[in-house]
């Protein structure tokens, strides 16, 4: 009954806090017993991540109504920062369409420098070949 009773308050705490660290610590439960109860058990597994994604909100609501807070106060780097994110005329991301089919095609030399070109262009330098031999890391948990 103590383990579920844990569960319970880390799970609320991850719904103010959605850092698993810090809810961990301010619950008193080793970060070792949130990984071991979320992968022997799912419905908690289920609910972290909903608790998680529910915190996230929370944060994101409350960095939206600081960021509106700055804007008022005539904050240029606030201003530049919702434009850049809310209106397409003010934002930096490049757009891409393309036909794609079914079977993969080689790219002859002239279309490989045009590629090569428009990543080192888009800040993108590190070659794709690098990128796909990369290994697959584990990723290091919150």
């Known amino acids: ?5 844990a569960k319970k308050i880390l799970i609320e705490q991850l719904k103010k806090m959605p850092i698993i660290q810090i809810a961990c610590e301010r619950t008193n439960v080793a970060r ?7 992968k022997e058990d799912k ?9 998680i994604a529910e915190g996230e909100a929370l944060i994101t609501e409350m960095s939206e109504s600081q960021l ?3 804007i008022r106060d005539r904050n240029f780097q ?15 991301k490049i757009e891409i369409t393309a036909h794609l089919k ?11 420098a045009i590629v090569k070109k428009a990543l080192r262009l ?6 794709i070949k ?13």
């Open 78 to 92: 606030a201003l530049q920062l919702w434009l850049r994110h809310h209106h397409p005329k003010y934002n930096n």
């Open 1 to 5: 009954m103590k383990k579920d009773s």
């Open 68 to 70: 509106i807070s700055l």
């Open 122 to 127: 888009a800040s993108l330098s590190e070659p």
């Open 43 to 51: 419905k908690f597994a289920k609910e972290a991540d909903a608790a």
């Open 32 to 38: 070792c017993s949130f990984y071991r109860w979320r």
């Open 102 to 112: 079914e079977q993969e095609e080689k790219l002859n030399p002239e279309q490989k």
């Open 130 to 142: 690098k990128l796909s031999e990369k290994k697959c890391e584990k990723p290091k948990h919150q």
